[in-house]
């Protein structure tokens, strides 16, 4: 029971992370129904981003940790949406009238770019990082085995809930949220009644990518280790957490990333931690094949 | 001749602003990535060293291509063909023609240029199998449309099949090599079967992740594979039975001959120089097939081709394992040549760099695709001490031919039978077909 209650804990936790990076794969679909490719590595780009703004600050002379994390915090957010508006900006618009697989071929391409252009400006050895919050709670204790909930734990979940929080907001109550869902339902009709398309859509792209850097930050914090190809499978998880919660639903992201976590954290817990990547991605080839519509997902009506 | 389009007006104030603007979002891009370098400490902490150099040289770098951009190009779309001569392009046009004899010859005469030359074998050896893969997976990509990111788990269920045929059945590789390849195609219909219902881009999703599946399995499952460590002494190929060694009833002394290593390397480049024809050779057959037509269909219009009674899954499943087939065949090639396999040559991004071969080559174009291989892999070869920036080229590569080329940069290959656009019907042409049938049909009544 208390192996089972840490499991949970760490699975909530795990997929906390798969959302936040989830809901950028979402967004993107529902409004333009392409991939993007690269989202799992501009996550990975946002880690790195936070690690060497957090070794500046220090240098810096900055160093209570609250206060740097929030600055931390504030720039990876900014750069890693500047990535994002520029990867839509460069690789995906000028391709929104091509043929059906020239998004995704130049999505791919800029994930391998910025993988690789990470690896050679960083290195490729892994780049840890000392527990920066330390601390946390006993939860329950039951002979050798005790429940901890650690503070990381604790800020991740929250951090997640209240992001979540306003992003809803910003969809169901704001100007901009009002165009996203416009752009969603019809592209050409939204930009016949006003809407400026063009920016709707790399506003989509900046707040992913800035959703993406907080789930970044809280992998830095919670692994304390990154390296160049975290973006790949986290992405690949990510993706899988859309699938699953239905592609183009919001809640159905948040969902589907707690499920990814739990699943996985489960399976590493009770079966094998080889196995565990293989585990997701199985999930992924399932869903996609007897439920393609996911949890929350709408049916897809075909358009020729 | 077509003229040059003409100079637009450009207006400077606009194109410095703009520049200047590129020059903005790059400093944010790399301020922190690329002008701080994080390094591993003595005691294990990192910590950082500044590169403000290279970040002025690269923010310089986009500050003047935006400059340039702006003030050439600015707001018009042209294209370069444009400022080529007609006659040029007349004669360029007949450029391929020439070009795939030219190739052949000299990939037949390679290995007695460079007899003596080992290392320019290998490579040749090494950009062979490349080009067979990527005519593979044009089948898949280039001809069906299907975007397969997990094609190396193809070529590693054939370098896996040979290796593991031979350490516990001590089967040749003539034997082997067919058994790979249908091994590798039965891989391709299990796993194509259910996800080719599903639409494009989740199709791509799911290929990786059966790649990485496929790699992760390799890797774990210690008691088959041997994971990590992979399998050594996988047997050598034999020239048809005749072992390549300086024994009796070997080649050298069968056709008494000096005995020499370059025998071997020289039969295995002629191997893979023949298996990749024979992925040619099939590829254009079956592409004068209904079955290659309903390929080619299906990659410019799916939903017209389930309006026209072809069953798409099926048709998709075969162009998947007939990919997987040759992948299979290629990954048996491997693993005789390396004598060793492992996992770690089976990852992502092998899929991806054969992905880029197709893709540069022209998706759809045999000899784009034969160039584009031997011009990158070549390439990177020849710069050396840049190796590990080529994934980040190949990535770039990828991302500006679909912007500027999408068809392909070496080559361009356009379906066999293509619909020019819409047709002009002018009223005139209605009124005839209507009088026509009118008249028919009076005909009838009569």
Same mark, same amino acid.
């Given at each position: ?15 906390? @992370? ?12 529902? @409004?333009?129904?392409? @991939? ?71 999505? &791919? ?44 734990? &604790? ?45 709707? &859509? ?30 790949? @499978? ?71 | ?98 070009? $795939? ?69 001590? #089967? ?13 195609? #039965? ?63 070997? #080649? $050298? ?27 040619? #050779? ?165």
């Amino acid at each position: 029971m208390e192996y089972f209650l840490q499991q949970l804990i760490n699975g909530v936790t795990l997929g906390a @992370i798969y959302g936040l990076i989830a809901i950028g794969y979402t967004m993107v679909y529902g @409004i333009i129904g392409m @991939i993007n490719f690269a989202h799992g590595d501009i996550f990975m780009v946002g880690a790195f981003v936070a690690l060497i703004a957090f070794l500046a600050l220090v240098a810096l002379g900055v160093t209570a940790v609250p206060l740097a994390l929030f600055l931390v915090l504030l720039i990876a957010m900014a750069v890693t949406a500047l990535y994002g508006w520029t990867v839509e900006r460069i690789a995906y618009r000028p391709l929104r009238r091509s043929f059906r697989l020239a998004p995704l071929i130049s999505a &791919i391409g800029m994930s391998i770019a910025l993988e690789n252009f990470v690896q050679v400006a960083q290195g490729a050895r892994v780049k840890p990082l000392p527990p920066l919050i330390p601390g946390g709670y006993t939860l329950m204790h039951d002979g050798g085995f005790a429940v901890r909930l650690s503070n990381v734990q &604790i800020i991740v979940v929250v951090t997640t809930v209240v992001l979540m929080g306003i992003f809803s907001w910003l969809v169901a109550r704001t100007r901009l949220g009002r165009d996203m869902r416009a752009c969603e339902q019809d592209l050409k009709m939204a930009s016949l009644l006003g809407v400026d398309v063009n920016r709707t &859509i790399s506003y989509t792209f900046v707040i992913g990518a800035a959703l993406a850097a907080v789930a970044g930050i809280m992998h830095l914090l919670y692994y304390g280790v990154i390296d160049f190809y975290i973006g790949f @499978i986290a992405g690949v998880k990510a993706f899988t957490a859309a699938v699953l919660g239905g592609i183009g639903s919001l809640p159905g992201a948040m969902v589907g990333g707690l499920l990814i976590g739990l699943i996985e954290t489960f399976w590493s817990a009770y079966f094998s931690i080889e196995y565990k990547d293989v585990a997701a991605f199985s999930i992924l080839v399932i869903v996609l094949i007897f439920l393609p519509t996911g949890i929350l997902g709408r049916p897809e009506v075909e358009k020729v | 001749m077509s003229s040059a389009p003409k100079a637009a007006r450009v207006n400077i104030a606009t194109a410095f602003k703009r520049a200047l603007f590129a020059a903005i979002v790059a400093f944010g891009l790399f301020s922190l990535l690329l002008g701080a370098r994080t390094h591993t400490g003595a005691n294990g902490a990192l910590f950082l060293s500044g590169r403000p150099d290279l970040l002025a040289i690269v923010v310089g770098i986009v500050f003047a291509g935006a400059l340039l951009r702006e003030l050439i190009i600015g707001e018009r779309s042209i294209s370069l063909a444009a400022y080529v001569p007609e006659a040029v392009r007349e004669r360029a046009r007949v450029l391929p023609a020439l070009a $795939a004899p030219a190739l052949l010859a000299f990939a037949l005469a390679a290995p007695i240029i460079f007899y003596n030359n080992r290392y320019m074998l290998d490579l040749g050896i090494m950009i062979l199998t490349y080009v067979m893969l990527g005519w593979g997976l044009n089948i898949v990509v280039g001809l069906a449309g299907l975007l397969d990111l997990g094609y190396v788990a193809f070529y590693a269920v054939g370098a896996y099949s040979y290796a593991l045929l031979a350490e516990h059945f001590g #089967f040749s590789f003539w034997i082997c090599l067919p058994l790979a390849g249908i091994l590798a195609s #039965f891989w391709g219909i299990i796993l194509g079967f259910p996800v080719l219902r599903l639409r494009g881009d989740y199709l791509a999703i799911v290929t990786m992740a059966f790649g990485e599946i496929i790699r992760l399995v390799l890797l774990n499952w210690q008691a088959l594979t041997h994971g990590p460590d992979g399998i050594s002494g996988i047997p050598r190929p034999s020239f048809f039975g005749l072992p390549f060694n300086n024994a009796p009833g070997g #080649f $050298a002394q069968t056709f008494g001959l000096q005995y020499s290593f370059t025998h071997r390397i020289v039969f295995l480049y002629y191997l893979i120089l023949v298996l990749a024809l024979i992925t040619n #050779f099939v590829t254009i057959r079956l592409r004068r097939l209904p079955i290659g037509r309903a390929w080619e269909a299906l990659r410019e219009d799916e939903i017209a081709c389930r309006s026209l009674g072809i069953n798409t899954t099926n048709t998709k499943l075969t162009a998947f394992a007939t990919g997987a087939m040759f992948a299979g065949f290629a990954g048996s090639f491997f693993a005789t040549r390396q004598g060793f396999i492992s996992p770690e040559s089976f990852t992502f991004t092998e899929s991806a760099m054969v992905l880029a071969i197709v893709v540069l080559g022209g998706m759809g174009s045999q000899i784009g695709v034969a160039v584009a291989a031997a011009v990158m892999l070549g390439g990177f070869e020849f710069f050396r001490e840049f190796a590990q920036f080529r994934m980040l080229v190949f990535g770039l590569a990828m991302v500006l031919i679909m912007i500027w080329r999408p068809r392909g940069l070496v080559a361009t290959r356009t379906p066999t039978i293509f619909l020019q656009g819409p047709k002009e019907v002018g009223a005139d042409v209605v009124r005839r077909a209507r009088a026509k049938s009118w008249s028919w049909r009076r005909a009838r009544h009569d």
